[in-house]
C-alpha cells in the first residue's frame, strides 16, 4: 500500500468518524448501540482516483450521515488481508450492530475459506464484486457486470485499432469487460482494425503500477509511425499512467476510454468514459442495513439496472490539437451509443443466463 495515501486517508478518518448514536432508524434498529462500518480495502486501491475511492468515499459519507464508527483496514497484500479479515471476525463475532465490507473481489476466496461468522444481532458481511453464489451464511454479495457497457464501448470504437490494457489476468470484473469490448470491437470494426488484449503485470500489483503502464504506451509510440488506437484500460490506479504518457505527446492520435469514473479535464484525448456507480450501490446497501432489511445472497448490477453506463466529455473535439476523418463528425460516439445501446442490454441479458 503506497504510504503517502495510508496517510491521507488516516488523517481523513480522524476527521469523518462519529461516534454518536444517530436518530430515528438507527434508534430504532440498533438501539444505542455504536453502529460500526469496517471498510477492508483492495490492496494498491486508494489513491486510484476511480474506482476504490469511490467505495471509500461512499463509506465515509455514509458515516458522517449517520454517525456511525468507520474503521479502516489497509492490507499491503492478500495474505495480509486474511489475516486482517479472520482477525476482525474473531474480534467481532458476538458484537452487534457491525459490518465489514470486503472492497475487492479478490476477497472472494478469503470470504469462502474463513470459518468464522458474524453471530450477533445485525452484523454483516458485504464482498464487492463477489462472483460466487456458495459464500458462507452471513455473508452477502453485489457484482458489478462490466460486460454490457464494454460492448457498448467496443462497439463505438469501431474505426479503430483497439488495445485492451489490462492490470492482470484472472480477475472475474475485467475478464468480463475484456470479452464485452473484443465482442462489440469485433462485431462492428472496420475490416482493417483489430484488438489486442495486454496484460501489465501477472498480480494484484499490476493496479499500482502508473509509471510502468506509461512505459507500455510510450513504447508503442515509439514503434508506431502514427499511433492512433482506442485505448480501453482496465488499470486501477496504474491507468493514470496511461493518461499522462498521452498528455506528454502533443502529436498523439490515441484516443483513451474513461474509466470508473468521468474523466472529463484529465486528458484531452478521452471522448467518452466509462463510469461505474459504485458508491451509490455501496451507501444503498448502508441505507438498508440501518433499515433492518435482508438483502439478497447475491446481486447482480449492470447496464439494465444504470450502475454503469457512459458519459461522454462535453465540448470534447473543441479541445482536440490533432483531427481525425473517423470522427468528423462531432455525434459519432453519441449516434453509434444510441445505435448500439439496445443490442448491448440484450448481450449483457444474455452473458448473464
Known sequence: MNRRFRKYYFIVLLLWILVSCADNNVQQEIGCRKANVTLLVSPYGLGDNGYNDCIADAVFAFSEQHGTE??????DNEKEAARLYAQYLADNENKDSSIIILGASSYEHIAKQTSLTLKGKGSRVLLVDGNSDELPDGVFSFIIDRYGVSY????????????IFAAAPGYTTLESAIKGFV????????ARCASEVVYLADGEEGFAMPDSAYRVIARRMQHSWIYDEM????LGGSGSGVLRCVNDDEFAMALVVGMDVDQTGRCSRVPFSVVIHVGDVICQYLEEWLEGEEWAHRHILGLAEETVNIIFTPNFFDGLDIW???YENPDIFKIRYETYYEEALKKE???RY
Open 70 to 75: 468507520v474503521h479502516l483496514l489497509l492490507p
Open 324 to 326: 481525425d476523418e473517423r
Open 349 to 351: 441479458s444474455n452473458e
Open 183 to 190: 465482442d462489440g470491437h469485433t462485431t462492428y470494426r472496420d
Open 231 to 234: 485505448i480501453f484500460p482496465l
Open 152 to 163: 457498448l464501448a467496443g462497439a463505438m470504437s469501431a474505426d479503430f485499432n483497439a488495445l
